[in-house]
């Protein structure tokens, strides 16, 4: 059974400061995405990543997949208050067929 | 509006009650998934449809849950004698490629 784990579990910064948040899993997987979900809403999909040291960038957002494709995070620079939200990470295996969503980070920037 | 719908937005029950949830999904995606998700965590899988085929269902899943995609668009999650426990945002989400999901707003259900 795949463990996934995502740190730290709450964030409280104020406006302009950076953050980085992680996604770790037991297993090696093929991609993964990152979703940001604001209250009341369902998840939005932010990126996919696909191959082992791979870096995207989404304006403020960074997101790096590890080099072993076990674990991935996702940097922040000066961070707004429409950053605020549950940041969630799903790997999916070769097949595209792992429907594990981690339990989340919650960010909240404070203006 | 061409994104994931979901009716209702919001459901209350009195416990043994049954309900029915619908989504509609993105008019192109084949791929259709149903998820739950309580209050702090992740949403947590619950079944999986390409076209009208159910081709994953979790074992979390009780036999009073049970999910429709007649023709393989629009699909229906009915849960029979419903439970406090069974309060929770339920979600669907669609996709064209496997792994990359269009969720809709969700349906929050409380049991009372």
């Known amino acids: 059974t795949q463990l996934l784990e995502q740190s730290p579990q709450f964030l409280s910064i104020q406006e302009g400061e950076n953050l980085t948040v992680y996604c770790n899993s037991s297993s090696v997987f093929s991609s993964l995405q990152w979703y940001r979900q604001e209250p009341g809403e369902g998840p939005v999909l932010l990126v996919t990543?696909?191959?082992?040291?791979e870096v995207k960038k989404l304006k403020r957002l960074t997101f790096q997949f590890g080099d072993a494709r076990k674990d991935s995070s996702l940097h922040i620079t000066a961070a707004q208050p429409g950053d605020t939200g549950l940041y969630l990470c799903t790997p999916h295996d070769n097949y595209g067929q792992n429907f594990v969503f981690g339990p989340g980070t919650r960010l909240s920037v404070l203006p | 509006d061409t994104g994931v719908s979901q009716n209702p937005r919001h459901k209350i029950t009195k416990r043994g009650q049954n309900v029915t949830f619908r989504c509609d999904p993105i008019?192109?995606?084949?791929?259709l998934y149903w998820y739950r998700q309580t209050l702090g965590q992740g949403p947590e899988f619950l079944t999986y449809f390409q076209n009208e085929a159910q081709l994953e269902k979790s074992r979390l899943l009780s036999d009073r849950f049970s999910a429709e995609r007649p023709k393989g668009s629009f699909s229906t999650l009915e849960i029979q004698r419903t439970e406090q426990g069974d309060s929770a945002m339920y979600l669907c989400a669609s996709s064209l490629v496997p792994y990359e999901q269009y969720f809709g707003p969700g349906t929050r259900l409380t049991v009372t």
């Open positions: 008019s192109e995606h084949n791929r």
């Open positions: 990543v696909v191959t082992g040291g």
